[in-house]
């Protein structure tokens, strides 16, 4: 009888992509990729240099690759760039309309209809820019490290992009993890604060998210403050002072 099941560990076809899709991709063709990642490896301070050129930098580097110290390498010292701006501003003149996020989510309907919601460019700009400023509010400085624990939804996008806009340290926690996994993590990067929700959505049910953190950081005197996006509904702790919903502070929050 197993002679009869395909094995899929030694796969050997090919589908290749419409030749319409390929004449628009950034690499169109296969040779093209190998002819890069030769250049890569043979020239990498030009080919990086030239990738590199297609961000927007607010001020150019001295060096793209210093490898004196080896293993240690440093890349485009001297440099000055910021990812949220090349992620967001660097797009508005000419897509500030263009869908940015196309979300889905639980719960779904009796109709297979679930939760859905589009940021445009513009609406992801103006929210990144004032959650940057609750972090900001909140005692937040580059450098500092946030630990992300939520769900999948948008805020999560629009947390990570706000802590790359003003220097501070994202450190992503998996939504499924534990209380003492989450206090390690938060330990390890002396995270200031936890940016959560009340609950999350999996499969139908309700993940106490908020719950989870507030077990978690009983252990971790470096959080000071734990934010929460109001998703689930459903009931939590609170201590006033070093709780806050999101939508308390974003409303309060300049754009």
Known sequence: MSGNIESVLNETRK?????????????STWEQYQAMHKESVQNPEKFWGEVA?????????????NWDNKPFAKWFEGGKTN???????KHLEKNR????????????????????KVLTYGE????????????????????DTIALY?????????AMLACARIGAVHSIIFGGFSAPAIAD????????MVVTADGGYRRGSVLKLKETVDEAVKSCPTVKSVISVKRAGNAVQWTEGKDFWWHDLMSKASA
């Open 53 to 65: 050129s297609e961000l927007h930098w607010f001020k150019k580097w001295d060096r793209v690759r």
């Open 97 to 116: 309309n263009k869908a940015a996020i196309l979300w889905e989510g639980e719960p779904v309907g009796d109709q297979g209809d679930g939760e859905k």
């Open 185 to 192: 993590r938060i330990q390890d990067c002396a995270c200031k």
């Open 15 to 27: 589908f290749p992509p419409p030749a319409a899709f390929a004449q628009k991709a950034a690499i």
């Open 150 to 158: 939520m769900p999948m939804i948008p805020e999560l996008a629009i």
């Open 124 to 143: 992801l700009h103006r929210q990144v820019c004032k959650f940057a400023n609750v972090l900001k509010a909140q005692g937040i400085k580059p450098g």
């Open 83 to 89: 990812l949220a701006y090349n992620c967001l501003d």
